[in-house]
C-alpha cells in the first residue's frame, strides 16, 4: 500500500460489562499526523484504545470505524493488527516461555504471509540495530515476553514492537508512565524515528512532558467518555499548566469520570 | 483376549536360554501376578485399562537394517550420531550395533545376552531398584520381560556419543515388555536415548517397561526417554534409579502416548551430595488418560533435587500430575525444589497437579509450585494484536509452556520429531 494511512472513528459508542463508556468518539488520524488524547483518570481513554484494538471485553454498540477504507470493527484483532494498526497498551501481557525475539519474528512473519517470511540474518541485524537505538540490552531478545520486566523494560519492548512492526496507524497508551527522564526521551526519539507520512500517531497521556518530546499537531481532551475539546499544541500547554478544572468550567461539567458507580 | 500361562514363559525363557534361576524367577513373578492387586493411583481408575488383554510374539524375526524401519518408527532415532543403536521389535531386537567401546570395557546388548554373556555382573542389578514394591503390573513385566537393555560404563570412561535404543510395538494386540538397566561406575559419564514407540495407525495393546538406572559416585548420566504410543495403547513405565555420592542425574521424560499412561518415575538420592534433575512434559489430546509422578527420595546430606513437570491437555485428555519430594530423617543440608503446572486448551480438558512435600529433617531448603489453568485470553489477546493468528498465539503460548523441558532435550534431531507430535496433536 502506498496511499497515506487514515483511521476514521464516527461516533463511536463502546461498553464494557454492560455499562456505556464511550459516548459518542469523532476523531480523524491521518499518515503524518500525532494526536494527543488526554483527560483525567477514568474518563475513557483507554477503552477507546481498547476498542479499536478489538479487546474482548470491549462492546461496541454504535458507530464505525475504517482503516484506510475497511471496516475495522468487522475484523479480529490479529487482522486489525495486519491491516497495519498497533496498539502500545498500557498494561502487556507477559507470556513465560516464549522469548521476545521468537514472538517479534512470529509476528512480522504474520504480517508477511506464508512463504515471504523474513530472513534470520536480517531480522536479526534489524532487531540489534532497534535495540541498539532504544538502549535495550542485548539479553532482551532472549528474555521470556515481558516476564520480569520492570515497567520501564515493558514500555520499552512496547516502542522495539512498535519499531520493528512499523504500522500504518500507531496508538501508544501511556507509554511515559513510569519512565524516568532518560527513559522517557530514549522512547520518544524512538518514535519520532518512525514518523512520516507512512504513519500516523494516536498518543494517550497525561503529561506535556511527554509532548515535549513527541509534538503533537492535534490536543483531544476526552471527558465522560468524549472529545470534550480539541485544539493544537497550546492547548496541552495550558492543561499542564492549569489543569483541567478550567475546561470542566467552560462546559459545565461536575464529574468528567465514566461508567463509574458512586 | 489370553491370559499369559506359565507354557508361554518357559517358551520364552527356553528361547533365550536363560539360566535356571531367572525361568524360576519368571514363574513365580507370573504366580504372583494373578493374585497382586493393580497399583493405587492418585485420582485415576485404572481397574478396566486393560493390562492383560495382548499377545506375544514369540516367533524368531530377522535381524533388518536401520533405514528399513518404517519412517514413524525410524524419526524417533537421532540423525546426530548414530553409532550405537538398539532396535527392538516387540519381544526381540531386531537391530544392534555399536562401535569401537568393547575395548572400553563398555557393554551395550539387549539384556537377554547381557545375561548369557556376563550374568555375575547383571544378576545384583536386575530388579534391585524394585525391592519393596510390588503390584500386578509389576510381576507381569518380571515374568515377561525380553530384549531390553543393558548398558555398563565402568569406572572413569567418559563416552561423548550418546547410546539409542528404541523399543517398537507392532501389530494388533501386541504387547511388550522391554528392561532397560543403565550401570555408570564411579567418574563414568553416559547418556541414554530411550523411546517407546509405535506407528500411528497400528493397533498394539500393551507397552510395560520398566528402567533402571545406577549412577555411582560422581558419575554423571543423563537420560531422554520418550514415549509416543497410539491411542490402543496401555503404556506403562516406571523408571527408577539410585544415585550415589556425588553423583548427577538428569531425567528428560517426554509422555506423548496417546491412550492410557502410567508414567512412573522415582529417584534415590542415595549418597551425599547426589543430584538429580527430573524434567517431565506431557501432551495429551484426544481422549488420552495420563497418570504421571515423579518421586525423589533424599536419603543423604547435602543431596539436591529438582522436578519440573508440564502438562498440557487437549480435546477430553485428561492428567493427574503428582510431584513427590521427600527428605528423609538426617538428610540434613538437603535442597529439595518441584514445580508441576498443567494447562489445559479445551473446556472438556482435565488436569490436576499435586504437588507433595514429605519433609523428616528440619536443616532442608523445600519449595515447591504448582498450577492447573486455561489459557490466559489476555496472553492470546495481546500476542494476536501483533498481527498473530488465534491459533498460532495458542501454539505460541504451549510451546512457551512446554519450552522449560523442549529446550533441554539433547538432540536436535529428536526434539524436532517432538515438535511434529505436537504439531499432530494441535491438529486432533
Ligand atoms: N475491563 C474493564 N472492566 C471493567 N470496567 C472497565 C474496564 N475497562 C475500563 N473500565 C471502566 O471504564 C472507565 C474508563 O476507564 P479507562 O481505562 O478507559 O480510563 P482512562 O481514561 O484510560 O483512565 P487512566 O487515565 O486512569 O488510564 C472506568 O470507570 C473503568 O473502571
Ligand atoms: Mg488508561
Given at each position: 500500500m502506498t496511499t497515506t494511512p487514515k483511521l476514521s472513528i464516527n461516533h463511536l459508542k463502546v461498553s464494557v460489562e454492560g455499562k456505556p463508556i464511550l459516548n459518542g468518539i469523532d476523531l480523524e488520524i491521518k499518515g503524518g499526523e500525532v494526536h494527543a488524547i488526554m483527560g483525567p483518570n477514568g474518563t475513557g481513554k483507554s477503552t477507546l484504545a481498547a476498542a479499536l484494538m478489538g479487546h474482548p471485553k470491549y462492546e461496541v454498540t454504535d458507530g464505525q470505524v475504517l482503516l484506510d477504507g475497511q471496516d475495522l470493527l468487522e475484523m479480529e484483532v490479529d487482522e486489525r493488527a495486519r491491516a497495519g494498526l498497533f496498539l502500545a497498551m498500557q498494561y502487556p501481557s507477559e507470556i513465560s516461555g516464549v522469548t521476545n525475539a521468537d514472538f517479534l519474528r512470529s509476528a512480522i512473519n504474520a504480517r508477511r504471509g506464508e512463504g515471504n517470511e523474513v530472513s534470520l540474518m536480517k531480522f536479526i541485524r534489524e532487531l540489534d540495530q532497534k535495540m541498539e537505538s532504544l538502549e535495550i540490552d542485548q539479553s532482551f531478545s532472549t528474555r521470556y515476553l515481558n516476564e520480569g520486566f520492570s515497567g520501564g523494560e515493558k514500555k520499552r519492548n512496547e516502542i522495539l514492537q512498535l519499531m520493528m512492526l512499523k504500522p500504518r496507524i500507531a496508538i501508544l497508551d501511556e507509554v511515559d508512565s513510569g519512565l524516568d527522564i532518560d527513559a522517557l526521551k530514549i522512547v520518544a526519539n524512538g518514535v519520532n524515528q518512525l514518523l512520516s507520512p507512512e504513519m500516523g500517531v494516536m498518543v494517550i497521556t497525561h503529561y506535556q512532558r511527554l509532548l515535549n518530546y513527541i509534538e503533537p499537531h492535534y490536543v483531544h481532551v476526552i471527558m465522560q467518555g468524549k472529545i470534550v475539546k480539541s485544539g493544537g499544541p497550546e492547548l496541552a500547554k495550558r492543561l499542564e499548566a492549569e489543569g483541567y478544572d478550567w475546561v470542566k468550567e467552560e462546559l459545565g461539567i461536575e464529574d468528567e469520570t465514566v461508567g463509574q458507580t458512586k | 483376549m489370553m491370559k499369559t500361562k506359565e507354557i508361554d514363559v518357559t517358551k520364552l525363557s527356553e528361547k533365550n536360554k536363560e539360566p535356571k534361576w531367572l525361568l524360576e524367577q519368571r514363574l513365580t513373578s507370573l504366580q504372583e501376578s494373578k493374585d497382586l492387586p493393580l497399583p493405587k493411583l492418585e485420582r485415576t481408575r485404572i481397574t478396566n485399562w486393560g493390562f492383560e488383554d495382548f499377545h506375544l510374539d514369540q516367533d524368531k524375526v530377522a535381524h533388518t537394517e536401520l533405514n528399513r524401519l518404517p519412517e514413524d518408527i525410524h524419526s524417533f532415532l537421532t540423525h546426530e550420531d548414530n553409532s550405537h543403536i538398539i532396535v527392538q521389535k516387540n519381544m526381540q531386537v531386531v537391530v544392534a550395533k555399536s562401535q569401537g567401546i568393547e575395548e572400553q570395557g563398555v557393554i551395550f546388548t539387549d539384556l537377554n545376552t547381557a545375561i548369557l554373556q556376563h550374568e555375575e555382573l547383571v544378576k545384583p542389578y536386575l530388579f534391585s531398584t524394585l525391592e519393596g514394591e510390588k503390584n500386578k503390573l509389576f510381576s507381569l513385566h518380571k515374568a515377561l520381560w525380553s530384549g531390553g537393555i543393558f548398558l555398563y560404563v565402568p569406572r572413569n570412561r567418559e563416552l561423548k556419543i550418546p547410546f539409542q535404543s528404541l523399543f517398537w510395538l507392532k501389530g494388533k494386540n501386541m504387547g511388550m515388555f522391554p528392561h532397560v538397566i543403565v550401570v555408570a561406575e564411579e567418574n563414568s559419564r553416559v547418556e541414554l536415548i530411550a523411546n517407546f514407540v509405535a506407528e500411528q495407525d497400528d493397533r498394539p495393546s500393551v507397552n510395560n517397561a520398566i528402567l533402571e538406572a545406577f549412577v555411582g559416585q560422581n558419575a554423571q548420566v543423563r537420560i531422554a526417554t520418550v514415549n509416543h504410543m497410539p491411542q490402543s495403547v496401555v503404556d506403562v513405565i516406571y523408571r527408577r534409579a539410585v544415585v550415589e555420592r556425588d553423583g548427577k542425574l538428569e531425567w528428560i521424560i517426554g509422555d506423548f502416548s496417546e491412550g492410557r499412561l502410567i508414567s512412573d518415575n522415582y529417584t534415590a538420592?542415595?549418597?551425599?551430595?547426589g543430584q538429580v534433575n527430573v524434567k517431565a512434559v506431557t501432551m495429551g489430546a484426544g481422549e488420552m488418560k495420563a497418570n504421571i509422578t515423579s518421586t525423589v527420595d533424599h536419603l543423604a546430606r547435602h543431596t539436591t533435587s529438582d522436578i519440573l513437570a508440564r502438562s498440557v491437555m487437549k480435546n477430553t485428555a485428561s492428567s493427574i500430575l503428582n510431584s513427590i519430594t521427600k527428605i528423609e530423617k538426617g538428610a540434613s543440608k538437603s535442597n529439595g525444589q518441584q514445580s508441576g503446572k498443567v494447562l489445559m486448551l479445551n473446556p472438556k480438558a482435565r488436569g490436576d497437579a499435586n504437588p507433595i512435600l514429605l519433609i523428616d529433617e528440619n536443616d532442608v531448603i523445600a519449595g515447591h509450585a504448582a498450577s492447573v489453568g486455561r489459557v490466559d485470553p489476555m496472553q492470546i489477546y495481546y500476542l494476536m494484536s501483533r498481527g498473530i493468528t488465534e491459533e498460532e498465539a495458542e501454539k505460541l503460548i504451549v510451546y512457551g509452556f512446554l519450552g522449560i523441558v523442549l529446550s533441554n532435550i539433547p538432540s536436535q534431531s529428536l526434539k524436532e520429531q517432538l515438535d511434529r507430535i505436537i504439531e499432530r496433536k494441535f491438529l486432533q
Open positions: - | 538420592l542415595k549418597g551425599e551430595g
